[in-house]
């Protein structure tokens, strides 16, 4: 059974940065595509971030030029660097093992919470 678990959220002011991590074990990372998505309250889970197993990466259009997802396969760790962060930013993010070319989800992580103040 694959694990993912998520790190590194927090509570930031507008125009901060953080970096989230999640470590995965229990399959073959260098071998995954990954997600980010995130959940709002009261608005539906919205994918964020993909980076395949070779690196090519697609983001939504609302973090583009600001997140950057990568990749240890070393570490089997997935990465998400958040700079020039926004409060509608502000939610629970979730890492994902994906089938590749889609969103759609193989396994999820539990999430960890993203705070923007004003």
């Known amino acids: 059974q694959v694990q993912l678990v998520e790190s590194g959220g927090g509570s930031v002011q507008a125009g901060g940065s953080l970096r989230l991590s999640c470590a995965t074990s229990?399959?073959?990372?260098?071998?995954?595509?990954m997600g980010w998505f995130r959940q709002a309250p009261g608005k539906e889970r919205e994918g964020v971030a993909s980076?395949?197993?070779?690196?090519?990466?697609t983001y939504a259009d609302s973090v583009k030029g600001r997140f950057t997802v990568s990749r240890d396969n070393a570490k089997n760790t997935l990465y998400l660097q958040m700079d020039s962060l926004k409060p509608q930013d502000t939610a629970m993010y979730y890492c994902?093992?994906?089938?590749?070319?889609?969103?759609?989800?193989?396994?999820w992580g539990q999430g960890t919470q993203v705070t923007v103040s004003p």
């Open positions: 994902a093992v994906l089938y590749c070319s889609t969103w759609r989800v193989r396994y």
């Open positions: 229990g399959g073959s990372f260098s071998v995954y595509c």
């Open positions: 980076i395949v197993t070779t690196g090519p990466t």
